[in-house]
T-cell receptor, first 112, second 116 residues
Framework: ELKVEQNPLFLSMQEGKNYTIYCNYS?????LYWYRQDPGKSLESLFV?????AVKQEGRLMASLDTKARLSTLHITAAVHDLSATYFC????????????FGKGTKLSVKP | GAVVSQHPSRVICKSGTSVKIECRSL??????MFWYRQFPKKSLMLMAT?????????EQGVEKDKFLINHASLTLSTLTVTSAHPEDSSFYIC????????????FGPGTRLTVT
C-alpha cells in the first residue's frame, strides 16, 4: 500500500523564521505535487516536481524532490502570517490515470 | 486558464434524498476528471476517476451504486450521492487535467455537503 507521510502535521512558527516540511512516500514515483489549502477552500497548486533533483521556488517557498530517497521538502523562508494554511503533498502513483495520493497535510500557523 | 468550477458550493439535504454535484472545466476539455472527498481536518481521498464516454473507475471501498458518476461531455462530470446519510457529509472536490498529459490537476472550489 502506498503511503505518503508528511511531517510535521502541525507547525506553529514565528514570522521571520525558517522551517521545512517533509514528505516521504513509500513507492516509486517521479511526480510530486505541493498544494495549499486555506480553511473552507479548495486546493491551490504550488509546485509540480517531475524529476529527481527538481527544485522550484516561488516567493518564500521552495520545494525539492529526491526520488531516490522518496522525499520531498517544502522549505519556508522568513515566514509571514499570510503563509498560514494547510499544505499537502501528493504523489502520482502512475498508470494511465493521474491518481494522486495525498499526505495528511501540515497545518502551518505563522504568528506575529 | 485551467479553471474548474463546481456547483453547488454548499448543499444541505435530508437523509434518504439524493444530491447532484457538478464539476465543469470552464476553459478546456477534460477527458478525465477526478472526484475526492475530504473529511474535516483530514486529507483528500480519491473516490473515483471519471472518464468521458465510459464508466468511472472507483477506488477500493467506494460504493459505485451510492456515488454515481456521469461524465456526459468533455467539460462536465457529475457526482450524485444517492440515498444520502449523515456520514456522507463531507467536502467533495473535483479536479481535471487540462492538458491530458497527466502533468497537473486543477482543483475545483469544492462542494460542502451536509446531510441532516
Amino acid at each position: 500500500e502506498l503511503k505518503v507521510e508528511q511531517n510535521p502535521l502541525f507547525l506553529s512558527m514565528q514570522e521571520g523564521k525558517n522551517y521545512t516540511i517533509y514528505c516521504n512516500y513509500s513507492t516509486t514515483s517521479d511526480r510530486l505535487y505541493w498544494y495549499r489549502q486555506d480553511p473552507g477552500k479548495s486546493l491551490e497548486s504550488l509546485f509540480v516536481l517531475l524529476s529527481n533533483g527538481a527544485v522550484k521556488q516561488e516567493g518564500r517557498l521552495m520545494a525539492s524532490l529526491d526520488t531516490k530517497a522518496r522525499l520531498s521538502t517544502l522549505h519556508i523562508t522568513a515566514a509571514v502570517h499570510d503563509l498560514s494554511a494547510t499544505y499537502f503533498c501528493a504523489v502520482d502513483i502512475g498508470g494511465s490515470q493521474g491518481n494522486l495520493i495525498f499526505g495528511k497535510g501540515t497545518k502551518l500557523s505563522v504568528k506575529p | 486558464g485551467a479553471v474548474v468550477s463546481q456547483h453547488p458550493s454548499r448543499v444541505i439535504c435530508k437523509s434518504g434524498t439524493s444530491v447532484k454535484i457538478e464539476c465543469r472545466s470552464l476553459d478546456f476539455q477534460a477527458t478525465t476528471m477526478f472526484w475526492y472527498r475530504q473529511f474535516p481536518k483530514k486529507s483528500l481521498m480519491l473516490m473515483a476517476t471519471s472518464n468521458e464516454g465510459s464508466k468511472a473507475t472507483y477506488e477500493q471501498g467506494v460504493e459505485k451504486d451510492k456515488f454515481l458518476i456521469n461524465h456526459a461531455s468533455l467539460t462536465l462530470s457529475t457526482l450524485t450521492v444517492t440515498s444520502a446519510h449523515p456520514e456522507d457529509s463531507s467536502f467533495y472536490i473535483c479536479s481535471a487535467d487540462p492538458y491530458g498529459t497527466l502533468y497537473e490537476q486543477y482543483f475545483g472550489p469544492g462542494t460542502r455537503l451536509t446531510v441532516t
